[in-house]
């Protein structure tokens, strides 16, 4: 069986080790490409960031969070090289004036206090029980840390700058999964019901008992959509809701 090329995108404060599990779980059907954004402060920048590291050809595409925002400006400047989208705790709305205003305030607060920032940032991106949950933790820290301040500041920017991507929802028309946690306090399950009914043939996919940090949360649960998503095949998926999917027009 040919392995499927795949270029992941990861959200703020994020790296290679937040895809750790589906990367290892399914090295048989596919080869991950996890690109670096941390260099440029536009989803524009980091989108040509990440094409430039991407493989040549198809690739299937799959982002989260701040990763979600890069994959749809990916769409947009190269369609024909995305083969399949995966859109994974993220939506396609632009940023609201709070958010701004308390991206710049965490901004600020990491120049004088980064580890504060961090502290802060996980107790939104991990569920209550997650929180508690040392290992977890551990790698949401080491992520951070490796990401650091300055490239931190950079991904603000850009997420402060983003645009609305919900116009060009109806343009996709590779097969997407959009993939939300039932506890997910940044990017609540209805904002990413809301891309999935604007996504010609999405297939929208609920992961329970999970915060924002989905991968790290519920590794077996995401990775069961993932290879479905890749395969077309299922590989069992607990503890997961799974929504209808709409046809895409003719």
Not at 21 to 27: D, N
Not at 120 to 128: A, F
Not at 223 to 230: K, N, V
């Amino acid at each position: 069986m040919k392995k499927i090329p795949v270029v992941l995108l990861p959200g703020l404060l994020e790296d290679a080790d937040g895809f750790a599990y589906p990367v290892e779980a399914l090295a048989d059907v596919a080869d991950f490409v996890v690109a670096d954004l941390t260099r440029s402060n536009t989803i524009a920048d980091l989108a040509r960031d990440a094409l430039s590291q991407a493989p040549a050809g198809e690739f299937a595409l799959a982002g989260h969070s701040m990763g979600g925002y890069v994959a749809l400006e990916i769409l947009r400047r190269a369609p024909a090289r995305v083969s399949k989208l995966a859109l994974l705790n993220t939506h396609a709305r632009p940023d609201t004036p709070e958010a701004t205003e308390n991206r710049r305030r965490l901004v600020a607060l990491a120049g004088k206090d980064f580890e504060a920032v961090v502290t802060t940032l996980m107790g939104r991106v991990l569920s209550p029980k997650h929180l508690a949950d040392p290992t977890i933790t551990a790698t949401v820290e080491q992520m951070a840390q490796g990401v650091g301040r300055e490239a931190f500041a950079r991904q603000q920017a850009a997420i402060i700058g983003r645009m609305d991507s919900r116009p060009y929802l109806g343009n996709i028309r590779c097969p997407t999964l959009v993939l939300a946690a039932r506890e997910d306090a940044i990017m609540p399950v209805e904002l990413l019901e809301e891309m999935a009914q604007a996504i010609p043939g999405a297939k929208l996919v609920v992961i329970e008992d999970s915060g924002h940090t989905s991968l790290l949360e519920q590794p077996e649960a995401v990775t069961d959509a993932l290879y479905e998503w890749l395969t077309g095949e299922p590989r069992g998926i607990p503890n997961v809701v799974a929504g209808t999917r709409r046809p895409p027009p003719t």
